[in-house]
């Protein structure tokens, strides 16, 4: 167990739908990340967030936001879906700012859309 | 494209034989992670080695970094039917501060 919860493990949705993913770091760590993993595109950064603040980007879509609240939770909102963005999502988190060490991957939440 | 670019993309052994996968990257690096994924979930981080590092072992694992050739590999020896997962390398990058991960190899132990 990394100590990293997301939710909802399973989410089936259509078309057009919005959706919100949620992660709890694992206790102490201050940085968040959130990373698709579909089939043919292998594991993308997203984005992360460090204390609250967006600290890096990655190959999010302009459909995607994420926020990290005070409580260090944070949500990972996808809209518009498209079949294209079936995949696992994970989060994963980390003590430090700097994405450059180890890193705690929650067991992810598998998106469908239909 | 992927920072990292693991090979083979899949590998199939009978238990008890060694398991080597290489990694490859790009660009500068500050470290070089390897993590294991079973099937359907999440990534588990299994070793870094820092980039002034050239061999780390843990366990059955033994980890090598050539900066020069910018190449990784990592040996699973003794391997058993458990060890059968994704393996995939992440380079922490110097000048982006962040991780990027390969796309993988695929190791299959038969019993």
């Known amino acids: 167990d990394s100590g990293v919860t997301q939710t909802p493990k399973h989410l089936i949705t259509a078309t057009g739908q919005r959706v919100t993913l949620r992660c709890s770091p694992r206790s102490g760590d201050l940085s968040v990340y959130w990373y698709q993993q579909s089939l043919d595109q292998g594991l993308q950064f997203l984005i992360q967030?460090?204390?609250?603040?967006?600290?890096a980007k990655g190959n999010i879509l302009e459909r995607f936001s994420a926020q990290q609240f005070p409580d260090l939770h944070s949500e990972l909102n996808l809209s518009s879906l498209e079949l294209g963005d079936s995949a696992l999502y994970f989060c994963a988190s980390s003590r430090q700012a700097q994405n450059t060490g180890e890193l705690f991957f929650g067991e992810g939440s598998r998106l469908t859309v239909l | 494209s992927q920072q990292g670019e693991e090979d083979p993309q899949a590998l199939s052994i009978q238990e008890g034989e060694n398991a080597t996968m290489n990694c490859s990257y790009k660009t500068s690096i500050n470290n070089l992670q390897w993590y294991r994924q079973n099937s359907g979930r999440g990534l588990v981080h299994l070793i870094l080695?820092?980039?002034?590092?050239r061999e780390k072992h843990s366990g059955r694992l033994r980890v090598t970094l050539d900066t020069s050739k910018k190449s990784s590999s990592l040996l699973i020896t003794a391997s058993r039917a458990a060890d059968t997962a994704s393996y995939f390398c992440a380079t922490g990058d110097t000048n982006a501060g962040k991780s990027t991960f390969g796309d993988g190899t695929t190791l299959t132990v038969k019993p």
């Open positions: 967030y460090y204390n609250g603040e967006e600290r």
């Open positions: 080695i820092r980039s002034n590092e």
